[in-house]
């Protein structure tokens, strides 16, 4: 049986590990062989010392290993893109369409809400109807029919990092970043595509908490992909106020509409148009900016909007959302005072929103897909008195106004 802690100690010691010695921890641990407690020394030792590329790219490939791999080689090219989390960070559901209107191929596997970050499964959900758990076999067809397909995560893909992220949620590990690297890279290595955009975000809203270890991040999770012969193209971004203008999943749902309608530009359109130029313009080896050029027609002349309704559609999900306008708020909150808008607490915003039950917090919680927030400014905007600066969706007067207290701290306006 595999010594733990003689592994633990080599990492300590800056002593090599050997890719059977991490393959056999890592094996052993996903079939239960060994438990929380045997295995949890491995994982401390990588967490509080560093470990080299060569270890970092056979832990991914333990994990990777550990579970199926999507074959998309019938597909040709594909691309796929991960965001590594924040809040109204919509993306995906304006990127896939545009992506798939372009025929650059996308099948987006994505998770729930986590903590104080929402997920695109909950906002797609919002979709009345709409089946995120479908058949792998079936997401394939529907990206060969229509280009591209939104659906949750499968347990089959690299299950060792499932079991992996649960023990360190349970004992604090997860804030490092060679072990985020690994996860996230085992992961996007089991979903097959041949070019994999990571928009790794950075600020008070994000993972990450500044540009310098976004890039760190960045660049280990590019190592990886050079490893595994993948193209992988990092994009950094600031996370340090909300990406969109809502927080919510039928809120953030809305603006993704609204987005491919041309009606709102928020820092969620600039990004989206940023990454989906990306990846066409990888995908087809075309310039930057002529891709760009691209994205944007397809949003201006709505072939992005009817290809988003046309994947709604064969997810089994009700179009009723793309003819909604925003319903008047519970309560609306007024700025007190003339000024600029110079912060926001993010990440508690994202944690308030995550408490009117928009994320998942335990097993057994329902989603309240309604809830949620619409705010109206950036960092930099002039505001003046009695200006709204909040709007609150809730599920009753009194939340609303719990919310709002709360949601006061979070902005400060000069
Ligand atoms: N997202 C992941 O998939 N894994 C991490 O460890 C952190 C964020």
Redesign the pocket.
């Known amino acids: 049986m595999i010594d733990i802690n003689k592994l633990a100690e080599k990492i300590k010691n800056k002593v090599a590990l050997t890719k059977i010695e991490i393959y056999e921890a890592v094996e052993n641990y996903t079939k239960n062989r060994i438990s929380d407690e045997q295995f949890l020394p491995f994982i401390k030792a990588i967490y509080e010392y560093d470990i080299s590329d060569k270890e970092l790219y056979y832990l991914t490939m333990a994990m990777l290993d550990s579970g199926e791999k999507l074959d998309l080689t019938n597909l040709k090219s594909v691309v796929d893109k991960h965001s590594?989390?924040g809040v109204s960070d919509t993306t995906t559901i304006i990127i896939v369409p545009i992506c798939a209107s372009l025929n650059t191929k996308m099948l987006k596997l994505s998770?729930r809400g986590?903590g104080f970050t929402g997920g695109t499964c909950d906002k797609l959900e919002s979709f009345k109807g709409y089946k995120t758990d479908i058949d792998i076999q079936k997401a394939i067809q529907l990206v060969q029919q229509n280009g591209g397909c939104m659906l949750t995560t499968s347990k089959e893909l690299a299950p060792a990092?499932k079991k992996i992220?649960a023990l360190?949620n349970k004992t604090g590990l997860?804030d490092n970043i060679n072990?985020?690297a690994s996860?996230?890279m085992s992961?996007k290595l089991a979903c097959g595509a041949n070019i994999i955009v990571l928009d790794v975000k950075y600020g008070n809203g994000a993972?990450m908490p500044d540009k310098k270890s976004a890039k760190i991040l960045g660049k280990k999770m590019q190592k990886i992909g050079k490893y595994a012969n993948k193209k992988v193209k990092i994009v950094l971004g600031k996370m340090n106020q909300p990406l969109g203008f809502n927080v919510g999943p039928k809120l953030e749902t809305m603006e993704a509409i609204n987005i491919l309608k041309g009606k709102e530009k928020s820092n969620l359109y600039y990004d989206s148009i940023k990454l989906a130029s990306i990846c066409v313009s990888l995908d087809k080896h075309i310039p930057y900016f002529v891709a760009k050029h691209k994205v944007k027609k397809v949003i201006k002349n709505q072939t992005a909007l009817n290809k988003l309704k046309t994947m709604v559609s064969c997810q089994d999900g009700s179009l009723d959302l793309f003819n909604q306008e925003y319903k008047t708020p519970t309560l609306v909150i007024k700025s007190n005072k003339n000024g600029k808008v110079v912060f926001f607490n993010t990440k508690e915003i994202g944690n308030i929103v995550a408490q009117m039950g928009t994320v998942k917090l335990e097993e057994n919680d329902t989603i309240n897909y309604d809830n949620g927030i619409r705010t109206f400014h950036k960092i930099g905007n002039k505001v003046k008195t009695n200006e709204p600066i909040f709007y609150i969706y809730a599920s009753s007067k009194s939340m609303a106004k719990e919310v709002g207290n709360k949601l006061k701290k979070c902005i400060e306006i000069k």
Do not use: A, N
Request: hydrophobic share 45%; proline share 0%.
């Open positions: 590594t989390g998770g986590l990092d992220y360190r997860v072990l985020i996860s996230i992961k993972f």
